[in-house]
């Protein structure tokens, strides 16, 4: 089973994505390969109007699968609205554990599962950590006070330290 940590904030704009981006090179020139699953709250197409994949999916094709032989995507319906922790689940089962060792998780913060919170001070957001104990670290911009480990946000590799020992000892599985 691939590991899973989860990177959350309070709010939007926070640099979970920026700090995902530093982080998934740094896993890569270690030999471990690297899942994202992302949440969005807004529907999205990744096809283009007009195009004959996004016509078959709008004619009501439940998955329209675009690949060639570099890559591949699929676009398929969720069999039902399902709430967040429900979706994560369904989401994970997507991820092929043979190609996968670690899926970093950007969102779902209020799911059960191991996750990073990323901080900035001058935000003046509230800590997700003093709230949820399924957070393990916070990553920050500045020297906080916080009930798990806080490690400097602008330091990928540290994360990322942090993350292959958390994956070594085994806790970072939903």
Known sequence: ?????????????MGKTTLICRLIPIFAQRGIRVSVIKHTHHEFEID???KDSYQIHQAGAVQ???????RWAMVSQMPQALEDDQS???L???IDPKQ???VLVEGFKHSPLAK???HRAALNTPLLATQDKHVIAVASDSDIAAPCPVIDLNQAELIADFIQQMMAQGNSHV
């Not at 089973?1 to 704009?13: E, Q, R």
């Not at 329209?64 to 570099?70: D, K, R, S």
């Open 100 to 102: 996968t060792d670690l």
């Open 1 to 13: 089973m691939s590991a899973v940590i989860g990177i959350c904030a309070a709010k939007s704009n």
């Open 64 to 70: 329209t699968l675009l690949g060639n032989a570099q």
């Open 48 to 50: 283009q109007a007009g």
């Open 116 to 118: 990073i919170e990323v």
């Open 88 to 90: 994560l689940q369904y």
């Open 92 to 94: 994970l089962q997507q």
